[in-house]
C-alpha cells in the first residue's frame, strides 16, 4: 500500500501560480505512473495530467496543457504540479494518484489516491 499525501493549495488571484505536491510513503513510488485529477463542486473527477515512473513522458488535459507542468523526483518520492496563468476554472479539490498503466488517463486505472488539496482562484 501507498500512501500519499497532497500539499501546495490555496487560494490564488487569476494569472497567478501555484505548485502542488505528491508527497508517497514508499520508494516503490517511482515504479509507477502517478497522476493528478481534479473535482470541482458538482462535477465529475476529471484527469489533468500523468507523468511516468521514470519521468520521461507526460500527458495533460486539453484544458491545462501549456499551463500546467507535471515533474517528479524520484529520489523524494514526490510529484510536483506547477500550475500557471489559473482562471477561476482551475477551481477544485486536487488529487494525486499513482497507476500500474503506463500514462493511464482514466480513473479507472488509478488505484491508490490521496486526500486531495483545495486550489481556488478567485476573479
Known amino acids: 500500500q501507498i500512501q500519499l499525501v497532497e500539499s501546495g493549495g490555496g487560494l490564488v488571484q487569476a494569472g497567478g501560480s501555484l505548485r502542488l505536491s505528491c508527497a508517497a510513503s514508499r520508494r516503490t513510488f517511482g515504479s509507477w505512473t502517478t497522476g493528478w485529477f481534479r473535482q470541482a463542486p458538482g462535477k465529475e473527477r476529471e484527469f489533468v495530467s500523468a507523468i511516468t515512473s521514470s519521468g520521461s513522458s507526460t500527458v495533460y488535459a486539453d484544458s491545462v496543457k501549456g499551463r500546467f507542468t507535471i515533474s517528479r523526483d524520484n529520489a523524494k518520492n514526490t510529484v510536483y504540479l506547477q500550475m500557471n496563468s489559473l482562471n477561476p476554472e482551475d477551481t477544485a479539490v486536487y488529487y494525486c494518484?499513482?497507476?500500474?498503466?503506463?500514462?493511464?488517463?482514466?480513473?479507472?486505472?488509478?488505484?491508490?489516491w490521496g486526500q486531495g488539496t483545495q486550489v481556488t482562484v478567485s476573479v
Open positions: 494518484a499513482t497507476a500500474a498503466k503506463l500514462l493511464a488517463t482514466a480513473r479507472i486505472d488509478y488505484n491508490y
